[in-house]
T-cell receptor, first 113, second 110 residues
């Protein structure tokens, strides 16, 4: 079945550590996105990529990094520079055409301990 | 000014009621409009796309008013299973970015 897979579902990080969240899709989508969701704040865009080897900063990119070496994969690294990383992280993908919706992975819940 | 604004609610309605959610967007260049449903601690899922002429899917009706930059979702004959957060989503198709409202919380009460 086609879909978008995030792993792990739950992740615990010690302060000062970098962690990488995985996102893989087999929908042949060109565009991929990372969002962060905090209670009462909706989804905020961290990074997005429209094509392999290219990505753009979203509204809250500070403390995060991404790569897009393959069309299917768009991992997100939460670095130690991100001061408040505890949140629900959602990866999405879509075709690069008009009037197309975004499909989401199941999310990764990151907690700093 | 936020790209997309929604009334966060919460809306608490009895089973069988009709409830309407509204959403405004700030950029007149926006091209695509959607309503997503998000259950607690889950990912958002597409409920329906919103077309210029308005569209209906069973108990759900979505409307778009480009002149007022306004989107609505009407749910008729509410079911307990409709309890969720409803997200208004707008895509400018420039850079293909999706902009999300903060969501409107709905609880349908027996």
């Amino acid at each position: 079945d086609g879909g978008i897979t995030q792993s792990p579902k739950y992740l615990f990080r010690k302060e000062g550590q970098n962690v990488t969240l995985s996102c893989e899709q087999n929908l042949n989508h060109d565009a991929m996105y990372w969002y962060r969701q905090d209670p009462g704040q909706g989804l905020r865009l961290i990074y997005y990529s429209q094509i392999v080897n290219d990505f753009q900063k979203g509204d809250i990119a500070e403390g995060y990094s991404v790569s897009r070496e393959k069309k299917e994969s768009f991992p997100l690294t939460v670095t130690s520079a991100q001061k408040n990383p505890t949140a629900f992280y959602l990866c999405a993908s879509s075709f690069e055409v008009v009037f197309t919706e975004a499909f989401f992975g199941q999310g990764t819940r990151l907690t700093v301990v | 000014r936020k790209e997309v604004e929604q009334d966060p609610g919460p809306f608490n309605v009895p089973e069988g009621a009709t409830v309407a959610f509204n959403c405004t967007y700030s950029n007149s260049a926006s091209q695509s409009f959607f309503w997503y449903r998000q259950d607690c601690r889950k990912e958002p899922k597409l409920l329906m796309s919103v077309y210029s002429s308005g569209n209906e899917d069973g108990r759900f009706t979505a409307q778009l008013n480009r002149a007022s930059q306004y989107i609505s979702l009407l749910i008729r004959d509410s079911k307990l299973s409709d309890s969720a957060t409803y997200l208004c989503v707008v895509n400018k198709n420039t850079g293909n970015q999706f902009y999300f409202g903060t969501g409107t919380s709905l609880t349908v009460i027996p």
